[in-house]
């Protein structure tokens, strides 16, 4: 099969390796489209530890199924399928639970020394897959994993019917979490960012009010458009000190953060804000096996705007050169879907 693999940092190659078979429990999935996710530039950049070459990348993926392997049920070739790529162990005390994202053993699909979608052919564990409608196209599919981030961060937030959020960044986790909140019922959602295309997509989303923070005084732009409170729930999807900052100094006395982002492995923040101000501090990973057909569900009940967040759409033939790309320009694309 063809497949894109990740040679060394900066280097991707269209290869021909060989297909995987599917062992026991397994189904081979033929992959229709495939995600880039930042996490997957970021390891296309630096290599170790997020992503260790030789190896396939793809978490975000949509396809049919292929094979079948032994003991499997329930499932025909030619099945539409979306993979849900976090690989939990089912037996440790938060599999247990059923906080898989937090498994003592997880592991996850493109990530890491795991082989994922960006291939023809990718072989998953049944219990990882997920039916798409019939009406949902395989692009919109390979959505479903960056959109079930969104969705758990906003379920981290409590409820969030008539509450006022800010959310800090407005990339694809970003402009996705925008449009999950307003469906559930949210207030004012007001948005910051850096970049004015992507922000005006965040208007176009229902952002009650868009803030350039390179431009204007963020701080001071939220707390005006909150009665001079802060939000009631903000949300922070980037993950440098600054964007963090300014998440809690938006958060009104007794709110909540809720940290998706993760770019920086640690930040600085003002330990006296956050007990003075009694704020609370969510962090948010991934999602669980539960959540995302949740988000999946939530994609086929509600007209989330997919196609405006797909900003290019490639062969995997063109996979070496969209990651280039992604990297040299990353202001103007928002989303690239690879297909096969």
Same mark, same amino acid.
């Given at each position: ?52 070459? +030789?190896?396939?990348?793809?978490h ?9 392997? +032994? ?7 030619g ?25 003592d ?9 795991v082989?994922?979608?960006?291939a023809e ?26 959109l ?10 409590? +409820? ?66 909150t009665n ?8 922070e ?28 492995p ?39 705007q ?35």
């Amino acid at each position: 099969m063809k497949a894109l693999v990740f040679k060394a940092p900066g280097e991707m190659a269209l290869e021909t390796v060989a297909t995987p078979q599917p062992a026991a429990g397994e189904i081979l999935v033929r992959v229709r489209a495939a995600g880039i996710c930042g996490s997957d530039l970021y390891g296309f950049r630096v290599g170790a530890p997020g992503r260790i070459p +030789p190896m396939i990348m793809g978490h975000e993926c949509a396809g049919d199924v292929a094979s079948i392997g +032994p003991g499997v049920s329930g499932w025909a070739l030619g099945d539409r399928v979306t993979v849900q790529p976090l690989i939990f162990c089912g037996v440790c005390p938060f599999c247990r639970e059923g906080r898989v994202n937090l498994c003592d053993r997880k592991r996850m699909y493109g990530v890491r020394d795991v082989n994922g979608a960006m291939a023809e052919y990718i072989a998953v564990a049944a219990p990882q897959l997920y039916r798409l409608p019939e009406s949902m196209r395989y692009e919109h599919g390979a959505m479903v994993e960056p959109l079930a981030v969104a969705y758990m961060a906003a379920r981290a937030a409590g +409820p969030v019917e008539k509450r006022r959020a800010a959310i800090v960044g407005a990339g694809p986790i970003g402009l996705l979490l925008l449009q999950v909140l307003r469906f559930q019922g949210a207030g004012a959602v007001l948005v910051a960012d850096i970049n004015s295309d992507r922000l005006e997509l965040a208007r176009r989303f229902g952002a009650a009010a868009v803030c350039n923070s390179a431009a204007e005084d963020a701080v001071a732009f939220i707390r005006d458009r909150t009665n001079g409170e802060g939000a009631d729930v903000t949300f922070e999807a980037v993950g440098l000190s600054a964007t963090v900052q300014l998440a809690l100094a938006t958060t009104r006395k007794g709110g909540r953060c809720v940290w998706i982002g993760n770019a920086a492995p640690t930040v600085e923040m003002s330990m006296k804000e956050v007990v003075l101000r009694e704020l609370e501090i969510r962090g948010t990973y991934a999602y669980t096996h539960q959540v995302f057909g949740e988000a999946l569900d939530f994609i086929a009940r509600h007209p989330v705007q997919l196609d405006a967040l797909i900003t290019r759409v490639a062969p995997l033939e063109e996979g070496a050169a969209a990651f280039r790309e992604l990297i040299e320009n990353t202001g103007d694309r928002i989303k690239t879907i690879l297909t096969m």
